[in-house]
C-alpha cells in the first residue's frame, strides 16, 4: 500500500491544494471542458431524438472485418456499444435456465442471511431479495467466458486501444484473462437495485496517487483536449486502494451479456456515453467552490460517484441503453460513468453475466494467480466479499469443462 493511503484525508487535502495550485490556468481549461461538455450533451440529444447515442454494431460485421470507419470513430467519441448477436439465442436460453438452476441448487437464497454485511457494495440489499449474484463459477459463466465469438469481440474492443508505443506493448489486445464476475438476475417490480452513476476505475486516487497523475498528464499540465481515454500507456500501472468494492484488475471496457430481452425501463444499465468524462470530472474538483478536503464528494475504496450537486452538466447526459436480445452484449469504457435505473417495470426477469475485456498484461497476470487459486478451491473472485457460496458445491465448473481457450484465459496453462 502507497505511503499516502494510510491517511487518506491528509492526502486529499495535500493534493487538492496542490494541484489548484499547479495546474495552468485551471479556471480556464476547466471553462473550455464544460463548454466541450455541453456540445457533447447536446450531440447526446440529438442523437437520441433520431435513433440512439450509444453505438450499436452486429458481431458479424467485426468476424468479417467490415465494421466501418465511421462506427469506430462513434465507438471511440461515446466510449460504449451494443454489439449484437455474439452469441446464438438458443444457446442463451440454455445457460440463462441453467443459471436459474444454479442460484437454486447453490441455496442462494437459503443462505445468503448468514452473509449479510460481507459484501458492502450491495450491503443495502443484505435484508432483501438479491437480483446480484454473488457467484463466479457456474458452468454457463465459464462457457460464455470462453467462447470463441467472444474472444473475437474483446480482441476487436482491445484494439481500438493504442496498446504499443516504441516498441514497448502495454497489453496484449488479442489474449484475453477471464475476469470473473456475477450475475445479474432481476425480477419486474424490483426497486431495490438502482446504482447511482459512478464510475468504477478509481476515486480519490486520481486525484492522490502519482501513477493517475500520469495518466492525466495532459488534463492536468498539457493541452487537456489531447487527452486519449483509449491510450494504454499508463493504464496497467496504476495503483488503486485495495477494497471489496473496486476492481484492481485492467479492464479496457467493462460488460456484460444479456440472457433476456430488456430495453428502458427493465430496470438496466444507464449510460453518459462521452468517453472523454474523466478531465472535466478532475477540474471540477479543483474549483473554488468545492470545501478543501472535498473531492465532489469521492470516497476511498469506493466507486467515484457522478451527482447532481457537483456534476449536473455531465448527468444532463445520461440515458438508458437501447433494447438488447438474449445474446447480444453491452460494453462500456472503465472512465465512462454509469447508473442502473431504480424501478424494474417490465414484465419478465431482466438478467445478464457481467464479462469485461481485460487483456493480458502484467497487472492482469498478477491477479489471475490469486483469482485461479479461488476458481480451483471455489471461493469468490478476490476482488469481492469473500461470501464464498460455491466452496465445496460440486456443480460448479472445474479445469476439466474449460476449453484449451478457456485455460489459457484463466492463466491455468501458458
Request: glycine share 8%; charged share 25%; proline share 7%.
Amino acid at each position: 500500500m502507497e505511503a499516502w493511503m494510510h491517511d487518506v484525508p491528509g492526502a486529499v487535502r495535500a493534493s487538492q491544494r496542490q494541484l489548484r495550485a499547479e495546474v495552468p490556468d485551471l479556471a480556464g481549461r476547466f471553462a473550455r471542458l464544460t463548454e466541450a461538455l455541453h456540445d457533447e450533451v447536446s450531440a447526446i440529444r440529438s442523437e437520441m431524438a433520431t435513433g440512439h447515442a450509444v453505438p450499436e454494431i452486429a458481431y458479424a460485421d467485426i468476424a468479417a472485418g467490415r465494421v466501418s470507419p465511421a462506427d469506430t470513430a462513434r465507438i471511440l467519441r461515446r466510449g460504449c456499444a451494443v454489439i449484437r448477436g455474439v452469441y446464438d439465442p438458443a444457446q442463451i436460453a440454455e445457460w440463462n435456465d441453467e443459471v436459474v438452476r444454479y442460484i437454486d441448487e447453490v441455496g442462494y437464497l437459503l443462505r445468503m442471511k448468514d452473509k449479510a454485511g460481507l459484501d458492502k457494495y450491495f450491503s443495502a440489499l443484505a435484508a432483501g431479495r438479491p437480483q446480484i449474484f454473488s457467484l463466479y463459477w457456474s458452468k454457463p459463466q465459464m462457457q460464455a467466458r470462453q467462447h470463441p465469438n467472444l474472444a473475437a469481440t474483446r480482441a476487436w474492443l482491445n484494439r481500438l486501444w493504442t496498446f504499443e508505443k516504441d516498441g514497448v506493448r502495454f497489453f496484449d489486445p488479442d489474449r484475453q484473462f477471464n475476469y470473473a464476475d456475477r450475475i445479474r438476475r432481476r425480477e419486474a417490480g424490483d426497486s431495490t437495485l438502482g446504482l447511482s452513476p459512478h464510475s468504477d476505475g478509481g476515486s480519490v486516487e486520481r486525484w492522490c496517487e502519482p501513477t493517475f497523475h500520469h495518466l492525466y498528464r495532459d488534463v492536468l499540465q498539457g493541452d487537456p483536449f489531447a487527452f486519449n481515454p483509449f491510450d494504454g500507456e499508463g493504464r496497467t500501472q496504476t495503483r488503486e486502494i485495495p477494497s471489496p468494492a473496486v476492481c484492481s484488475a485492467f479492464r479496457t471496457f467493462q460488460g456484460w451479456t444479456a440472457l433476456t430481452r430488456q430495453g428502458p425501463g427493465d430496470g438496466t444499465l444507464k449510460l453518459v456515453p462521452i468517453a472523454r468524462t474523466m478531465p472535466w470530472m478532475l477540474l471540477r474538483a479543483l474549483q473554488p467552490d468545492v470545501p478543501e478536503g472535498d473531492l465532489c464528494g469521492a470516497q476511498p475504496g469506493r466507486a467515484l460517484g457522478a451527482s447532481e450537486q457537483w456534476h449536473p452538466e455531465l448527468l444532463a447526459g445520461l440515458v438508458s441503453i437501447p433494447e438488447v436480445q438474449p445474446g447480444d452484449t453491452v460494453w462500456w469504457h472503465s472512465d465512462i460513468i454509469h447508473a442502473v435505473e431504480n424501478q424494474h417495470t417490465g414484465s419478465g426477469y431482466s438478467n445478464v453475466i457481467y464479462i469485461g475485456a481485460a487483456p493480458w498484461c502484467d497487472k492482469n497476470q498478477r491477479f489471475a494467480e490469486r483469482q485461479a487459486a479461488a476458481f480451483l478451491a471455489g471461493r469468490s473472485s478476490p476482488d469481492f466479499a469473500p461470501e464464498d457460496y460455491e466452496l465445496d458445491f460440486p456443480g460448479r465448473a472445474t479445469p476439466a469443462d474449460l476449453s484449451p481457450l478457456g485455460l489459457q484465459q484463466m492463466g491455468l496453462t501458458p
